[in-house]
């Protein structure tokens, strides 16, 4: 029996999701369900899936790591597009300040919100980072995470943005999870810059972003473009630079205000844009033209108490839709899968298999990864969740825990929950 070789017979279905680019509208509720699956990866690679029967007819057990989910449902490994999930420090006063009803404005005035973060990530070693990014990756993967996206940003300096890189980088090549890295440079106004946003977006431009790309240590360059943040002419003149050096394109778009950030994100070709509760509907209707997948983040906004995000007509309007956990110190502070789903049906009225789709295929679309992972398809990476239910839909319906009892990936089996004494036993 080679290594990266598994047999997964008898389940009650296999939930496939298969496609290799972003589903839109009507497509994203088509899962393509296997009843009584079964699926054949080979050193690593999806190799046949189809009816038990058939597949046991053509392929022998004994060459295999052979598990039997009877009764249980299959489905790709989740892709979490957007997350924060290295940074030094913790903001928990701040929520409780949120709580008792303090504006955010209140709370940067009293040094709190990123600023706060930054101060703290600046001071963290990277062995810091990289033990409690470690921490962090092992409870995305218990929740059926196999890909995830990690953004910098919380250093607002080259030094530290390129030591949260250098730890992602570091982390991606020790953990079975594949990290995606984001160079989010331009997250935020550092102090020494306050006033002087151009001269900034110029440093960012001319110090830091040249020695992320030389160290490749990026695959994508994001912004926060926001009012008071970074306006859409510094935002494009970022971007339009790090398209030029070779970088895939993400924005942080209308979160607060409409600003037209989802404009731009078409008008650039953006991979993605994030948030976009306050989107416009012409804005959405060019990231749909565009092929700009729209990355929502309930977590954020229920954290906040934010209106949600016009999820349902983003996909009435043929816009594919992702869902990520914006996991990070301050606004949403969760790597919960189960409550993204939960947050998503419930309250942003989109059908449990849109969400599905939007966390395993247009998640991966979102990282520029749907040809490899998101989906149950022949040669795609052997990245795999099996739940402890037979159905796909228990996942909303045990509201925010998780039925992920097994998770595959590159064909070899990181977690089990069955396993006595252990949960991680990558």
């Known amino acids: 029996m080679k290594k990266g070789n598994i047999l997964i017979k008898n389940a009650s279905e296999v939930v496939t999701c298969s496609g290799f680019k972003a589903k839109a509208g009507k497509e994203m509720s088509d899962l393509k369900i296997i009843p009584d699956g079964a699926v054949v990866i080979e050193e690593g690679i999806i190799k046949a899936l189809g009816e038990s029967d058939r597949i046991l007819e053509t392929f022998e057990e004994e060459d295999y790591q052979v598990i039997d989910a009877s009764g249980k449902s299959v489905l790709p490994g989740f892709v979490d597009s957007h997350t924060h999930f290295v940074f030094g420090g913790y903001r928990a006063e701040e929520f409780c300040w949120r709580l008792s009803g303090i504006s955010y404005m209140d709370i940067m005035q009293r040094g709190g919100g990123i600023i706060n973060t930054v101060k703290a990530t600046r001071a963290a070693s990277k062995k810091e980072l990289y033990d409690s990014g470690m921490k962090r990756l092992d409870s995305m993967l218990a929740l059926g995470v ?32 594949d990290v995606v890295k984001t160079f989010l440079g331009a997250h935020a106004i550092p102090k020494e810059y306050e006033g002087e946003e151009d001269k900034f977006v110029d440093y960012i431009i001319t110090e830091v972003l040249p020695v992320v790309v030389e160290k490749k240590l990026a695959e994508f360059c994001d912004v926060f473009c926001e009012k008071n943040v970074f306006s859409i002419e510094q935002s494009k003149k970022l971007l339009l630079k790090a398209k030029e050096m070779g970088l895939g394109l993400k924005l942080h778009a209308d979160e607060i205000v409409q600003l037209g950030g989802a404009e731009l994100a078409a008008e650039l070709g953006a991979v993605s844009a994030d948030h976009l509760l306050q989107a416009s509907e012409r804005g959405i209707k060019e990231m749909a033209r565009a092929g700009v997948v729209a990355a929502l983040l309930p977590g954020t906004a229920f954290s906040l108490k934010e209106p949600y995000p016009k999820a349902k007509y983003m996909i009435d309007k043929q816009c594919a839709v992702a869902l990520a956990t914006d996991m990070n110190p301050g606004s949403c502070f969760t790597e919960s899968i189960p409550l993204i ?5 419930i309250y942003m009225n989109i059908s449990v298999e849109e969400a599905v789709s939007a966390l395993t295929i247009n998640g991966a679309a979102a990282l520029n990864r749907a040809e490899i992972v998101g989906s149950i398809d022949i040669g795609k990476k052997g990245d795999i969740s099996i739940l402890e239910f037979p159905s796909y839909k228990y996942i909303p319906y045990h509201l925010g825990v998780s039925c992920v009892e097994k998770v595959i990936k590159n064909g070899r089996i990181v977690f089990d929950r069955e396993r006595k004494g252990e949960k991680i036993c990558w």
Request: aromatic fraction near 6%.
């Open 146 to 177: 196999t890909t995830v996206e990690g953004k910098s940003g919380y250093g607002l300096d080259c030094e530290t943005e390129i030591k949260q890189l250098e730890v992602m980088n570091e982390l991606d090549r020790a953990h079975p999870i």
């Open 341 to 345: 789903f939960a947050l998503a049906t």
